[in-house]
């Protein structure tokens, strides 16, 4: 059984930044991407890029460029995301998801002053 399992809920402040983790199981590590998305009432679903965990390769949706990081280790398969800078908008549910179909169940990102 696949299984994505994501860190718990955070709550930064303003310019802080927020790292979350999606530990995988269930399925070879290395053969398929991890993508991360985030949703939010106001802006919908948003792709927010993705990572090759074989060799670490990244493509980071341009929104995001300059912001977020992607990493991902194979000895514990785990991906993770850190993105910095935050703001209120950057409130959402952030999701991992790998083409299986499989998602992780959601971390919840508060943003408040």
């Known amino acids: 059984?696949?299984?994505?399992?994501?860190s718990g809920?955070?709550?930064?402040?303003?310019?802080?930044?927020v790292k979350i983790s999606c530990e995988t199981s269930g399925y070879t590590f290395?053969?398929?991407?991890?993508?991360?998305v985030r949703h939010d009432p106001g802006q919908g679903l948003e792709w927010m890029g993705?990572?090759?965990p074989e060799d670490g390769s990244t493509k980071y949706a341009q929104k995001?460029?300059?912001?977020?990081t992607f990493t991902a280790d194979a000895s514990t398969r785990t991906a993770s995301v850190h993105l910095n800078s935050l703001s209120a908008q950057d409130a959402a549910v952030y999701y991992c998801a790998v083409n299986l179909p499989s998602w992780g169940?959601?971390?919840?990102?508060?943003?408040?002053?």
């Open 64 to 68: 995001f460029q300059g912001r977020v």
């Open 50 to 52: 993705q990572i090759d």
């Open 1 to 6: 059984e696949v299984q994505l399992v994501q």
């Open 30 to 36: 290395t053969d398929y991407y991890i993508d991360w």
């Open 9 to 17: 809920d955070e709550l930064r402040t303003p310019g802080a930044s």
């Open 105 to 113: 169940q959601g971390t919840q990102v508060t943003v408040s002053s």
